[in-house]
């Protein structure tokens, strides 16, 4: 089926040679940050896991989102998702391959990545993060593939793939909550340090993963006359709406514990993330952005009139996915680590290279759903 990715339109080969030329510029910036290591980043003694790491910690959520669309198909039979179902499962392909692409750019001698299952460690939390994402990644492709092919021979799909379709739900649940424990474990590091570390997690990645599957269907609709039903796109649209409700509720509770306790160690994360510290205050801008747009998007989202107009739709879904964005993107990660332990601010952005290459990591991500949604695309139109 693959072969059916080799022909298209010139809007379509103009996409892929855009995304080609990102890569490519990515690429040759990777190969100055290979040659003169990571000196070249804005990282430094004080904020050892930065841009790169923040963007993968963002893209397990938007990979295990895809659980928001097989839970109600596979297992409740609703039918209105069966043509987006695919959607999902192919961008969770995506997302799982661009988070590993980031581990591998942030390390400094990546070619040691092997070693994480030569010298296998079951103690370490790292380890387990591996393993998870890399067998999501296995899930999505065998089961995305396997039934894009039985649909495309008009056929049901073979019965060996129902187990690994409810096996696929808890290991989604799995990747982004030891993702959390990542960092929830570090006691050193107090803005980490809360048991909703996970929940929020959850919470935030299944309203921004349904948000992007919103908005690709909308643009296929336009780019590609892919026919979506207006009744998945607004069941999306209200499992997003509540799923960021408990998101914004769990922020809340942790600035709660964190101003009514009035303990230094906390307080001072959150009074640097939104107020700045020490004269210092580089995302403080963003996140009263990040903030505005969370406000904005459940004002419109939790009114069914607005809800259900397309155009305000897609407005709140990118308001809200830029803003989650920049919660977990851009300073959820770093934020762990200003202060210091010794209470001194050493203030972090990403460097030009440090750009580009994140670029081009997202670049190669974008290619493969392309290819692989002409792909699911062609064989649904050849069936109708």
Not at 1 to 30: N, P, Q
Not at 196 to 224: N, T, Y
Request: net charge positive; hydrophobic share 55%; charged share 10%.
């Amino acid at each position: 089926m693959i072969e059916k990715a080799l022909s298209g339109d010139k809007r379509y080969w103009s996409w892929v040679g855009f995304l080609a030329f990102a890569i490519g510029v990515g690429t040759l910036a990777w190969f100055r940050q290979y040659e003169l290591g990571l000196t070249i980043t804005g990282l430094s003694r004080d904020v050892t896991w930065g841009f790169y790491i923040a963007q993968f910690t963002f893209m397990v959520g938007v990979a295990a989102s895809a659980v928001m669309l097989v839970l109600p198909y596979y297992l409740h039979d609703n039918k209105s998702f069966g043509k987006i179902t695919i959607l999902g499962e192919f961008v969770a392909v995506g997302s799982c391959i661009v988070c590993m692409l980031f581990i591998f750019v942030d390390m400094g001698m990546p070619f040691r990545t092997p070693n994480v299952f030569i010298y296998a460690s079951p103690n370490s939390v790292m380890f387990w993060d591996t393993v998870v994402l890399f067998g999501y990644l296995v899930l999505n492709v065998i089961i995305g593939w396997t039934v894009l092919g039985a649909e495309r021979k008009q056929l049901p799909p073979p019965k060996w793939v129902k187990p690994l379709i409810i096996l696929s739900i808890p290991w989604a649940i799995s990747i982004h909550t030891v993702t959390a424990f990542l960092y929830s474990g570090l006691a050193a590091r107090p803005f980490w340090m809360t048991a909703v570390l996970a929940p929020r997690f959850l919470a935030s990645a299944f309203s921004a993963g349904p948000a992007l599957i919103i908005i690709l269907c909308l643009i296929l609709r336009k780019v590609a006359s892919f026919d979506v039903s207006k009744e998945a796109l607004q069941k999306l649209a209200v499992i997003m709406t509540y799923a960021m409700c408990i998101n914004v509720f769990l922020v809340l509770m942790e600035v709660f514990t964190a101003v009514y306790s009035s303990m230094p160690e906390h307080m001072a994360h959150f009074e640097y993330l939104f107020l700045g510290l020490d004269g210092k205050n580089a995302l403080a801008p963003f996140m009263w952005v990040s903030s505005i747009l969370a406000v904005v998007t459940l004002i419109l989202l939790l009114n069914p009139k607005t809800r259900r107009n397309e155009s305000i739709l897609a407005f709140a879904c990118v308001a809200l996915f830029v803003s989650l964005w920049i919660d977990k993107g851009m300073a959820m990660i770093v934020t762990g680590y200003i202060p210091n332990v010794m209470g001194v601010v050493h203030e972090y952005m990403p460097t030009l290279p440090e750009l580009l290459i994140t670029v081009g990591v997202y670049s190669i991500g974008a290619l493969i759903v392309t290819i692989l949604y002409k792909v699911a695309l062609t064989v649904k139109k050849n069936v109708a």
